[in-house]
């Protein structure tokens, strides 16, 4: 699709977002001096400058020492300090709450125990205490906790991709009963072969690739999820598309103008992904099919790779989805210092009871060693998809970052924790610190066509900015030193975000 028609689509959402949110613009203009500004268009050339936010924008930026200061502009000294864009986490699912079933997650408010009540309060506090200053939902399953998420007096900007595409009786809608699966999913893809077991009231005119790509962008999503998942666990062997399903979907999507993202983490999937021209592969290749034996990368799955770089597939390797679980065996897992930040006190004390912990069950016997556990992830998928990303690494492939927050039932994929969690997997697995921040600014900000919003420090842009007391260049720590974070111009100290201050 030409880049004009993405801009002005950008624009458009974002005047939704900008309308959508409780921020009062800042009357008087802030000046942040002597600051020394890490964006990713001067990342060969750093160094100190001002920044000058005007009506939530970024109206100035200067480098070399502060010039005259902007008549009744508030001054905020950066001495000493780094400013950094607002991080982008391009995979959430909001409607999801960490380490509850998809049955209470989903139930309404008041409905819900009362150790959840306090959460979606905090959701957007959260991601804001970790830099998160926009997300995209990939697969809307309740819009009422996207209203609520935007309508917070503080919040990320969101973005989501409207309700994904799963097909027929297909991952994920599959995990629901029956009778059930198709209200849940009713943006599903239509399978004539499956006629008997789709329920007569969906019409296959209704469930066209076309039709699906259509009410996603009704709902103004701008991007499409859809799936290639034979599944894992109790439901193996199910339904997936064909190539022919893809293509349409692919041209759908272009004509729409959407970013068309697969779910997809297997030697197999990744192929049908490549073959099938998408913009996106939303998981890391952690499952290698008949190859998991391998003690080296396959020269087979190396070629797909390669494939993978040249065409600038967007990249989000999720670590987190196979750590999330892995927190399960971890005893030290819920001891985490930056835990109590992001859950209410409630929440983290009930994970600690053994109702807390039902979840463990469902991925190991109870008489399964957690030592055991660990290696079983450790050699396994964690070491194959470590393998494959320090060699995307090498290749400078075009990470998107992404953390799948929460990916399962687990309460070991947090908000906004999970992000810097997640940077944690990607340098331990070989990329850069240069590369981890292109992945959570510029490359999110261009792969969906919202850097002429976000993305970097320039004149124009939303003023969604972080002040961090370390350089994000030289540690991961920099993540975890944020002293303020601007949304829209309005700065918010990282300590009245915590969880621990809303009391
Ligand atoms: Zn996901």
């Known amino acids: 699709m030409s880049s004009l028609f993405g801009s002005v689509l950008a624009s458009f959402l974002s005047a939704i977002v900008v309308a959508g949110s409780a921020f009062g613009q800042a009357a008087n203009p802030t000046w942040i001096t002597d600051v020394t500004i890490i964006s990713s268009e001067n990342l060969d050339h750093i160094g100190t400058g001002s920044v000058l936010i005007e009506n939530g924008h970024i109206a100035r930026v200067e480098r070399g020492p502060a010039r005259k200061k902007p008549a009744g502009a508030t001054i905020v000294s950066g001495k000493g300090l780094f400013l950094v864009p607002g991080l982008i986490d391009s995979h959430v699912h909001l409607a999801a709450v960490p380490g509850v079933s998809y049955e209470v997650s989903l139930s309404p408010a008041e ?8 959460y979606p309060e905090q959701l957007p506090r959260s991601y804001l205490y970790f830099g998160y200053t926009t997300l995209i939902d990939l697969a809307v399953a309740d819009h009422q906790v996207l209203d609520k998420f935007r309508q917070a007096p503080v919040h990320p900007d969101l973005y989501d991709c409207g309700e994904s595409l799963p097909f027929a009786n297909g991952y994920p809608m599959s995990f629901a009963p029956p009778e059930t699966r ?3 999913f009713p943006n599903f893809i239509y399978d004539p072969k499956q006629a008997s077991a789709i329920p007569y009231e969906y019409k296959p005119q209704d469930h066209t690739p076309a039709a699906d790509v259509a009410s996603v962008k009704r709902s103004h999503g701008i991007c499409v999820k859809t799936y290639f998942e034979r599944g894992f666990g109790a439901d193996r062997n199910l339904p997936v598309m064909g190539p022919e399903v893809a293509a349409e979907i692919r041209r759908a ?4 103008g959407l970013v068309l993202m697969m ?8 192929k049908f992904a490549v073959q099938a021209d998408v913009d996106v592969i939303a998981h890391g290749l952690w499952n290698w099919g008949d190859l998991y034996k391998q003690t080296e990368l396959p020269p087979e799955i190396k070629d797909l790779l390669d494939e993978i770089v040249r065409k600038r597939i967007g990249y989000q390797s999720t670590l987190q989805v196979i750590q999330g679980l892995r927190a399960y065996f971890d005893p030290e897992y819920l001891n985490t210092p930056d835990i109590p930040k992001v859950i209410p006190a409630e929440m983290l004390e009930w994970f600690k009871s053994p109702e807390g912990k ?3 069950k469902e991925l190991a016997d109870g008489d399964v060693p957690d030592a055991t556990m660990r290696q079983t992830f450790d050699n396994g998928p964690l070491r194959r998809v470590r393998l494959v990303l320090a060699y995307l690494a090498s290749k400078d492939a075009n990470f998107l970052f992404a ?7 687990t309460y070991g994929n947090l908000p906004g924790l999970n992000g810097y969690l997640e940077m944690q997997q990607l340098r331990e697995a070989g990329l850069s610190l240069k590369q981890i921040f292109r992945a959570a600014t510029i490359n999110n900000a261009r792969e969906f066509k919202i850097d002429s919003q976000v993305g970097t420090i320039e004149p124009g842009k939303v003023a969604n900015l972080l002040l961090l007391r370390k ?3 030289e540690s991961l720590d920099a993540y975890d030193s944020i002293v303020t974070v601007w949304v829209h111009g309005k700065p918010i100290s990282r300590d009245s975000l915590a969880a621990t201050a809303n009391k």
């Open 182 to 184: 198709f209200k849940l």
């Open 358 to 360: 039902w979840f463990k």
């Open 471 to 473: 350089s994000p260049l």
């Open 253 to 256: 999507a272009t004509q729409a």
């Open 403 to 409: 953390t799948d927050t929460p990916s399962s039932p």
């Open 111 to 118: 409905k819900k125990p009362p150790m959840l009540k306090r």
């Open 263 to 270: 779910h997809a983490n297997t030697f197999e999937a990744q």
